[in-house]
């Protein structure tokens, strides 16, 4: 089972729980942390292959990676732990496994948040992850992942989100890196399925003014899904928590009051 962290809150019956990103750990939500335990219940867990999830034998032996087996690994921790339904935060990557948790267990989701959340690759990214997977077997993977971290975080003001990223990922493995990386062969079709489908839980995309690969496409689709709204972050860029976390803690702690 996933390593995972909870922090009970006698005073409320909601649950939150936080996904994070490819390449990240449980650990890029100590921002939110705080406020988060004076209001809920609070769950979060690291992926498989990160933070202290460390890959299994049976990882090893079976190398394939799908966005239905890893969202399982996210659904056994809330059966485990008897949550009959959460709230769920994702950041990156993890907002695509919680639309996919959704899609698979709807009955376990009774909000989501999604930060710098991915539903459409541009062009610029679909060449990024071509170039990628042309390189992954013989360029050293952390020279890859800090190429990725600077195109889709740029600026000044967003290099304290690129160092942390970068070394959370210098605990993966080069193995683990590459079946993550293998994950992009099946996104487009996945993410295509997204877009055409309102799922009818309530959803709030929280996004930084400079996620420039990532915020065109989710103004475009939260313009065709009701259930939907858009909250952009002022000067910041692609990892809204760690960038602006006043602002991101209290748009979504106000988002997550408002359904209950």
């Known amino acids: 089972m996933l390593n995972y962290y909870t922090y009970p ?8 729980t936080f996904v994070h990103g490819a390449g990240g750990s449980s650990s890029i939500w100590y921002k939110q942390l705080r406020d988060f335990k004076k209001e809920f219940n609070v769950l979060i867990l690291d992926l498989r292959g990160h933070g202290n999830s460390k890959p299994t034998l049976k990882d090893t032996f079976n190398p394939k990676y799908t966005f239905d087996s890893i969202t399982h ?7 485990h732990l008897n949550i009959r339904k959460s709230h769920f935060i994702g950041i990156s990557l993890g ?34 992850m071509k170039i990628g997977n042309i390189f992954k077997s013989v360029v050293p993977y952390m020279l890859l992942y800090k190429l990725f971290a600077f195109i889709i975080m740029p600026k000044k003001n967003h290099k304290n989100s690129r160092l942390l990223f970068v070394n959370e990922a210098k605990k993966l493995y080069q193995k683990e890196f590459l079946r993550w990386f293998k994950l992009t062969a099946e996104i487009n079709p996945l993410l295509r399925f997204f877009r055409a ?12 003014a400079e996620d420039h690969l990532f915020l065109p496409s989710i103004k475009h689709i939260v313009s065709k899904h009701v259930t939907s709204t858009l909250f952009v972050v002022d000067n910041c860029g692609h990892v809204v928590n760690v960038e602006q976390p006043e602002t991101f803690n209290l748009q979504t702690i106000r988002f997550i009051n408002s359904l209950t």
């Open 95 to 128: 907002t695509i496994l919680i639309r996919n948790l959704a899609e698979m267990r709807p009955e376990l989701v009774k909000s989501m948040i999604m930060g710098g959340a991915i539903i459409k690759l541009n062009f610029r990214s679909q060449i990024l």
């Open 73 to 79: 690994d996210i659904v056994e921790v809330i059966e």
């Open 9 to 16: 809150n006698s005073n409320s019956i909601e649950w939150v």
């Open 197 to 208: 489908k309102d799922i009818q839980i309530p959803t709030l995309y929280i996004m930084g």
